[in-house]
């Protein structure tokens, strides 16, 4: 085997009939491998021109600030704002110029 490539295993698979689509029984070794553990219930098939592949579903962060790529983003702002001062603004006035986006919110009466 050349050094760098990657073992392939293949295995042919039944294709069960489950209602209108199929299902195939997969390995438990082949699905730790990919990072599916034994308690895993999802992971995300993706079709692409001539394959079908079994990924490990990627939690969708719960805020912006759990994003990864959210760090990276302030950095670049920051490193932008440091190098370009000029272009700073008052937020206050942004905000106001688009104040009529903004839908306005009827105030409940209170019992007070």
């Known amino acids: ?3 760098g490539m ?3 295993q293949r295995k042919v698979v039944r294709l069960n009939r489950s209602g209108g689509s199929r299902s195939v029984t997969v ?3 082949w699905l730790r491998r990919i990072g599916l553990d034994d308690d895993s219930e999802r992971a995300e098939l993706v079709l692409t021109e001539d394959k079908i592949t079994i990924e490990p579903l990627v939690a969708e962060p719960q ?3 759990e994003d990864p790529a ?3 983003f302030m950095n670049f702002m920051l490193q932008s704002a440091l190098l370009h001062p000029e ?3 008052n937020a206050a006035d942004v905000f106001a110029e688009d104040e009529d986006l903004v839908p306005k919110r009827k ?3 209170t019992g007070a």
């Open 107 to 109: 105030h409940a009466e």
């Open 87 to 89: 272009t700073l603004v």
């Open 63 to 65: 805020s912006i600030e």
């Open 27 to 29: 390995p438990k070794t």
């Open 1 to 3: 085997m050349l050094s």
């Open 70 to 72: 959210f760090g990276q």
């Open 6 to 8: 990657k073992a392939e």
